[in-house]
T-cell receptor, first 111, second 114 residues
Framework: NAGVTQTPKFQVLKTGQSMTLQCAQDMNHNSMYWYRQDPGMGLRLIYYSASEGTTDKGEVPNGYNVSRLNKREFSLRLESAAPSQTSVYFC??????????FGPGTRLTVL | KQEVTQIPAALSVPEGENLVLNCSFTDSAIYNLQWFRQDPGKGLTSLLLIQSSQREQTSGRLNASLDKSSGRSTLYIAASQPGDSATYLCAVFHASGGSYIPTFGRGTSLIVHP
């Protein structure tokens, strides 16, 4: 039982490049979340998915897109990376109102 | 809009002290509240989850209380140890369209020195 996994762990992009952050969970959770964490700003919700086939915007969705590929996988895409998107990105999952579990994070730098 | 505040922002104490970390939220219509621990460069680890109908939860040396009507939660750490050094975050969840939306506080950075 690996829990929540994220790839890659680290990434450096140039402004304007695109990339997809991958997240997968093996706990049969229905809800999945993408956050970004910036110094002094705490965790902010980017997008979430309440169930397979549904996605909704969180607090800071601009510049991002998501795909809930199936119940296990929830990906985050940056179409044209900007320096303001330099951050640590966390994926999380949850079953109903139960405990939320986090992945180890992806550290992204946009030059 | 829900706002979550954690006080203090940072805390440095000698080993053995009992600690209280505070979390307050502006909208009391929450579904539940969760306390997390984050070690430097790592993800978040869940410590305690309190449903809105509960008053407290305990796990080992940790005790979390919830006063929903006043918009407050506290995390009590008994007999602190250097291994407790980490950032502690609280998150409140409210229901929206069949999902549960979280709002996080900015955390309390705790250092326990020997």
């Amino acid at each position: 039982n690996a829990g929540v996994t994220q790839t890659p762990k680290f990434q450096v992009l140039k402004t304007g490049q695109s990339m997809t952050l991958q997240c997968a969970q093996d706990m049969n959770h229905n809800s999945m979340y993408w956050y970004r964490q910036d110094p002094g700003m705490g965790l902010r919700l980017i997008y979430y998915s309440a169930s397979e086939g549904t996605t909704d915007k969180g607090e800071v969705p601009n510049g991002y897109n998501v795909s809930r590929l199936n119940k296990r996988e929830f990906s985050l895409r940056l179409e044209s990376a900007a320096p303001s998107q330099t951050s640590v990105y966390f994926c999380a999952s949850r079953w109903g109102v139960d405990t939320q579990y986090f992945g180890p994070g992806t550290r992204l730098t946009v030059l | 809009k829900q706002e979550v505040t954690q006080i203090p922002a940072a805390l440095s104490v000698p080993e053995g002290e009992n600690l209280v970390l505070n979390c307050s939220f502006t909208d009391s219509a929450i579904y539940n509240l969760q306390w997390f621990r984050q070690d430097p460069g790592k993800g978040l680890t869940s410590l305690l989850l309190i449903q809105s109908s509960q008053r407290e939860q305990t796990s080992g040396r940790l005790n979390a209380s919830l006063d929903k009507s006043s918009g407050r939660s506290t995390l009590y750490i008994a007999a602190s140890q250097p291994g407790d050094s980490a950032t502690y975050l609280c998150a409140v969840f409210h229901a929206s369209g069949g999902s549960y939306i979280p709002t996080f506080g900015r955390g309390t950075s705790l250092i326990v020195h020997p």
